[in-house]
């Protein structure tokens, strides 16, 4: 995937608006009293949800003692151009995930290139939650922001979907690895025993034992067909492992973003913040073991080469004892350090797939809390409503998802932002940063300028400047890395054909297929564009 430099790379083309911030909309020295005016301005319409909210749910919950069918009575409806504004924001989210990736960005475009399910449902959200029709817009009004729900569903549903796709690759890499891994120790182990009960001195015993290790059955094409199975089953481990970070990644990134932006959300219309429940606090814990394998990872890819240089002197000068024994180690020590890495990935994937389910869950739970808190919106509030959440869709247009949630996550600079008068472009994003002390670096990706918390990363981990890329110290392992998932993605494009080939006329696709017809956009529809919204 190429890289370009932006216009402004060489000392031309446009400044980011760095240099006028008279012309940004941000005065520093009005800043105090415009907070003070947006937080009046937010108890005021503030106050009036909270009561308009408490007397919609006493009127349902009074209900039954008039006499009224539940679902009819207090059901008030939500302004369409409201809706309009809340959905396209929700659309946004998805849409600009990709744009503003970094280091992984080729292997999210992989995951929906390889995925047909999430590829459908990024057309479904491009298409459907993306209302631009003005006219007529109040016919449908209920119907609207219940549609925008069941497809809000609909997706989430896909996107969790999408990682345990990913858990079931990681699961059979896992477990082939573990099995493989065991049975090795076990024929190992078993040849010592056999040796404990023909030996009769100690010393010799262990000596011989260690040097077992490698020629565990004393037959050449016997010890070659087991070498064989060691190096074909890490040749597998390893194609299988392209799938689930591809998989993985996007729902991650998906799922941050969504978080990040229904945070903006709900502060538009002054909803607490949902706090995270003890059993996603305990998943969060358990998909640190991801780290730890990732440790026996590192430590495990040190034992071929060592072996294999402790091996190649015999073939020249003949067998040596204390080389033997050596090779015999770290043969086991390879065996045994693998397997934990299988342990560990599995508990920590099997975590974060959990998490992808229940975060999945809780947004879907979270859309519906909002879209019953826009129906209590008053009339007089529903221009700030809509200048609020269209505030947050220019955010998702200009920022990647740390700056994202880091904004989401600062109250006065949020509120600042969504309070703007002025259209949020990303030279007034950047002062607006600037003033409570968020880092904010422009970058420019594949011709696409951006905001982010940190300096954009490309594929092979250099760094954006500002004036094109520069390596790190952590540039070169970055290479590294970024060659291995190379060769993963290769190695695994023959066993994802197959696999998918066998699935692709399967139930789940029909009934994703059926729901997208089902429920087609109207005509003339437009999509949600990264590149024609820039400044």
């Not at 074909?232 to 932006?261: C, F, N, W, Y």
């Not at 949630?405 to 309070?419: F, M, V, Y």
Request: with cysteine.
């Amino acid at each position: 995937m190429g890289y370009q430099q932006c216009s402004g790379a060489n000392g031309g083309g446009p400044d980011w608006g760095l240099g006028e911030r008279a012309e940004a909309g941000i005065a520093p020295a009005g800043m105090r009293e415009d907070r003070a005016c947006r937080r009046a301005e937010r108890a005021d319409f503030g106050t009036r949800l909270t009561q308009a909210s408490n007397a919609a749910r006493h009127e349902r919950l009074n209900a039954p003692l008039y006499g009224h069918v539940s679902g009819h009575t207090a059901t008030r409806r939500v302004d369409p151009h409201l809706s309009k504004a809340f959905a396209h924001a929700w659309a946004g989210l998805w849409l600009t995930t990709g744009p503003c990736q970094h280091f992984y960005r080729k292997e999210f475009d992989l995951a929906h290139a390889r995925d047909a399910r999430l590829a459908q449902s990024a057309q479904q959200v491009d298409a459907m939650l993306a209302p631009t029709h003005d006219d007529d817009v109040s016919d449908a009004a209920d119907a609207s922001i219940e549609r925008i729900g069941a497809d809000i569903t609909t997706w989430l549903d896909t996107v969790a979907a999408t990682g345990r796709r990913g858990w079931h690759f990681r699961a059979a890499r896992d477990a082939m690895s573990l099995v493989g891994n065991l049975s090795l120790l076990a024929v190992i182990a078993a040849c010592l025993y056999r040796e404990r009960d023909t030996d009769d001195e100690a010393s010799q015993r262990t000596a011989r034992g260690i040097a077992t290790a490698n020629t565990p059955f004393g037959v050449p094409w016997a010890d070659w067909s087991l070498l064989a199975f060691e190096g074909v089953k890490g040749v597998l481990t390893q194609s299988l492992g392209s799938p689930t970070l591809i998989r993985h990644h996007a729902v991650d990134e998906i799922l941050k973003r969504m978080d990040a932006g229904c945070r903006l959300l709900e502060a538009c219309v002054l909803l607490p913040a949902t706090p995270q429940t003890s059993w996603r606090g305990t998943l969060g814990n358990l998909t640190r073991a991801r780290d730890v394998a990732t440790l026996f990872t590192f430590a495990n890819s040190a034992v071929p080469p060592a072996r294999l240089g402790l091996w190649v002197p015999s073939w020249f000068s003949g067998p040596s004892s204390t080389t033997d024994e050596y090779r015999g180690m770290l043969r086991v020590a390879g065996l045994m350090l693998d397997s934990c890495r299988a342990v560990t990935s599995l508990l920590g994937t099997w975590a974060r797939n959990e998490s992808f389910t229940l975060d999945a869950r809780t947004l879907t739970q979270r859309w519906e809390a909002l879209s019953e808190r826009l129906a209590d919106v008053a009339p007089e509030d529903i221009v700030t409503m809509q200048r609020r959440a269209t505030r947050v869709t220019q955010l998702t247009r200009h920022c990647d998802t740390p700056l994202l949630a880091k904004i989401a996550s600062h109250p006065n600079l949020r509120e600042c932002l969504l309070a703007s008068q002025r259209d949020l472009s990303a030279s007034l994003i950047t002062v607006a940063c600037s003033e409570f002390d968020v880092s904010c670096h422009a970058s420019c990706v594949d011709g696409l300028n951006y905001l982010s918390l940190s300096p954009a990363e490309n594929p092979w981990g250099q760094r954006w400047t500002g004036d094109g890329w520069d390596s790190g110290g952590a540039t070169p392992a970055r290479a590294a890395y970024r060659l291995l998932l190379l060769y993963q993605h290769w190695s695994a494009a023959l066993l994802e054909r197959v696999v998918g080939a066998s699935s692709c006329h399967g139930d789940g696709e029909t009934v994703v297929r059926e729901r997208r017809f089902a429920a087609s956009p109207p005509s003339g529809a437009t999509h949600l564009e990264m590149e024609s919204s820039w400044l």
